[in-house]
Structure formats: C-alpha cells, structure tokens
C-alpha cells in the first residue's frame, strides 16, 4: 500500500513540474517583447520561398527525376540564409541583407530552372515507360524461340536415341 501510494505522489509531482515549466516558458513568452522588424520580414519571405522552391525539387523528384544541381543550389542559399539570421542577430545588418539578397538570387534560380527539370523528369519517365512497353514483344519473342528450340533440339536428341537403339538392335541380330 505504501509504494502504490508513493508511486502515485511521484507521478504526481511530475506532471505538476511540467505544468509549471510550461507555465513559466508561456509567462516568458508574454513578457519578452518580439521585434518585428523589416530584416525579420525580409526572412519570412525567404522562408517562403524556400518552400516554394523544396517543394518544386520534391515535385521533380516524385516524377522520376533527379536534379542535383538545383538541389546544391537550394542548399547553399539555405547556408546563405542561416549566415544572415547569425549576422543579424549579431547586430550586422548591411551583411545579413547582403546574403539575403545573395540567397534570394539563388532561391529565385532555383525555382525558374525547376519546371524545366521537371520536364526533363517527365520525359525521362516517359522513356523509360516506353522502353519497358516496347522490351516486352521483344522478350515474348525471344522466349517463344527459346521454347522452340528447345522442343525441336530435345525431339532430335530423342529421334537420335531412338536411332541409336534401332542401329545397336541390327547389330545384335
């Protein structure tokens, strides 16, 4: 009886911690003022076109294809946008907008060359569909005449068993 009581006490008072840290971590929340300045604003427009342009990559990617050259740009202005968030938050702000708008570039980049290698990946697709519907008379074909050899060279080799046995049969008598 003792144990049950203390295990339930001590689960109580876990869930009365967490209620408290997440009391205090809201009351911070409400106390620190947020600063919405024009660079913040100029990132969450980068944040959305970053998901524009991952999201493009990830259409190509789905249709078949691979672009992995668009990928590395996507990936070096996401390094660009992470060293201007440090370089803001670092109180730089000639530096940060420099690699926004350096980032920004590449971003833009990226989403103008992804419907092309969406096509690309389309018709890449494509082909490769076309050759498999194409490749299976050729495999149908092929395997008929194996099959037929076959037949025809084991109807020979019985024929020749046969005379064989007819050619030991006359000279036994």
Known sequence: MYWSIHQRFGKIM????ILLALTIISVVGLILPTANTQASNELDSLTVAKLQAFTKLAIVYSSGGQAPALVDELNKALNLVQEAKIAESNGNATE???FENQARSLISDVLARAPLAQL???HEAF???LFLVASIPVVVVISTAT????LRTWTW???MKFLEMKIVENDEE
């Open 120 to 122: 690309q990946a389309q």
């Open 157 to 159: 080799y019985e024929k």
């Open 127 to 129: 082909n490769r569909v």
């Open 96 to 98: 940060a907008t420099n």
């Open 147 to 150: 099959f037929y050899l076959g």
């Open 14 to 17: 876990i869930v009365e911690a």
